[in-house]
């Protein structure tokens, strides 16, 4: 399947899960507290297929898919609409403007709620899958960094960060995200067969200034990569030199070395000048020359001699992981994952309004596509992974307090509460001008980042 192809047909699921849930959350509360619903949605626009619900809670409703996948909507009872207006006085009870105002506060905030709900149960049913992983050895981190300053060296296993399991590498990545914005992290590692605990803090040294923020944490912590080979570009400067896949580098220029980074260094720092190998195959030693090309990096030239590393899940590297979560500990994993995810998402909202996130995190459905077409490739782990995420975001982005949006609209209950009668029509009108405004926005915004990124 080629790339659009699988980004269409990821998209086009994500969009058709996320959306149903999120507006079946809103469907489902109104029905429990007595509010007729004429349509379910998913889509705008022209409807393209309809039915109408025959059991249950289902029953009475009209059900549609419409032209246009990007949302979709529940249309409730309302005395206020023209277009279907209560038949009677018993029908103008099912009306939602009629209900109190718990109710009606209850039914806004059923969807994005159902939005937190389904990523607690994506993340743990992607976190129990028996899935091959890598063990969470730690590489010799950078002598400026977090790490280094809190005692690590390299080749500890982490088993645990703020008192959470860690199972495996993706563990580790997650809850440096996670905890990206945080001052200080705990790590218990087995050093060797020796438990110790780690705490890492944050300095100006340990602070990276990328994309995401210059408040972000890049504590130093890295995968450890064996200096073994995992392929050799054919007719390359390791071809020449006799290298194979397979072959595990333990020596440059007479000095040792133990991990990948340290053979990427040495050969980057050596454009064009010879490089004495000492490689291990098959349970022998060789000896071997290499001369990198010369290739340009920004503003100044590396060494390169083409070849990749190996795949940490072969078996023959020894740290493939085959630890696994059980579906309670899954759900419980989630459930946590989710907390963190939902912070986080406020954290980088809060973090564009005040300029310390820059605005070009913000991302439109020309990304999700693309990130659903690659985690569809890749299995259904990464895809339900992805999709837990996007529900948050979802979730998150439909509780803001903005008008046209179902934060919006607690707010204007909030008001009602406070001041004993809902906003007047001409404020109503207002607000919906500024939320139209700020979706208009927040969308063109979005657009003009997927577009600059496509094409940069």
């Keep these: 399947m080629s790339i659009f192809g699988s980004a269409l047909i990821g ?46 809670v289902f029953k009475g409703s009209e059900f549609a898919i419409s032209a246009i996948p990007l949302g979709g909507y529940v249309r409730m009872l309302d005395t206020r609409d023209e277009e279907f207006p209560p038949k009677n006085d018993a029908e103008a009870a099912q009306a939602f403007d009629r209900q109190v105002l718990w109710k009606r506060s209850l ?20 976190l129990s899958m028996p899935e091959r992983s890598v063990i969470a050895v730690l590489a010799t981190p950078p002598a400026q960094s977090a790490a280094a300053a809190g005692g690590l060296r390299g080749g500890e296993t982490v088993k645990s960060i703020n008192g959470r399991e860690v199972l495996d590498w993706s563990d580790v990545r997650w809850h440096l995200l996670a905890h990206m914005f945080s001052d200080s992290i705990r790590l ?59 072959d595990r580098v333990v020596e440059i220029n007479g000095q040792a070395i133990n991990e990948w980074m340290e053979l990427t260094q040495r050969i980057q720092a050596a454009p064009q000048r010879e490089v004495a190998l000492s490689i291990s195959r098959d349970g022998t030693t060789l000896a071997t020359t290499v001369i990198p090309k010369a290739v340009r990096s920004g503003q100044r030239e590396i060494g ?44 980088v909202l809060w973090g564009m309004l005040s300029g310390e996130v820059s605005l070009r995190q913000v991302s439109g459905p020309i990304t999700m596509a693309e990130g659903a077409g690659v985690t569809l490739k890749q299995g259904s782990t990464p895809f339900l992974l992805f999709l837990a995420i996007v529900s948050i975001s979802i979730g998150v982005l439909n509780l803001l307090p903005v008008p046209m949006l179902d934060g919006g609209q607690l707010l204007y209950h ?12 001409r404020a109503l009108i207002l607000g919906q001008r500024i939320g139209i405004g700020f979706v208009t926005s927040l969308t063109a915004l979005a657009l003009y980042n997927d577009f600059l990124r496509i094409f940069s």
């Design 304 to 347: 390169r001699i083409e070849v990749t590393p190996a795949n940490l899940l072969d078996e023959k590297i020894g740290l493939a992981s085959s630890a696994e979560r059980g579906v309670v500990g899954a759900l419980v994993e989630g459930l946590y994952r989710t907390g963190e995810a939902t912070t986080l998402t406020v954290r």
């Design 107 to 126: 039914i806004v905030a059923a969807g994005p709620l159902a939005n937190f709900l389904l990523a607690v149960v994506l993340y743990g049913a992607a």
């Design 188 to 246: 218990t590692v087995n050093d060797r067969g020796i438990e110790r605990e780690i705490a890492l803090n944050r300095s100006d040294a340990a602070v990276q200034a990328d994309g995401v923020g210059k408040g972000t944490a890049n504590w130093g912590i890295g995968l450890f990569q064996p200096p073994v080979i995992g392929s050799v570009v054919e007719g390359g400067p390791a071809a020449r030199a006799g290298l194979r896949a397979g």
């Design 11 to 56: 998209f086009l699921l994500a969009v058709a899960i996320l959306v149903t849930v999120h507006e079946f959350g809103h469907y489902l509360v109104a029905r429990w507290c007595g509010v007729k619903v004429i349509r379910f949605s998913v889509g705008f626009g022209p409807v393209l297929l309809r039915w109408i619900g025959k059991r249950s």
């Design 414 to 425: 909030l008001w009602e509460a406070i001041k004993g009668s809902p906003p007047t029509e």
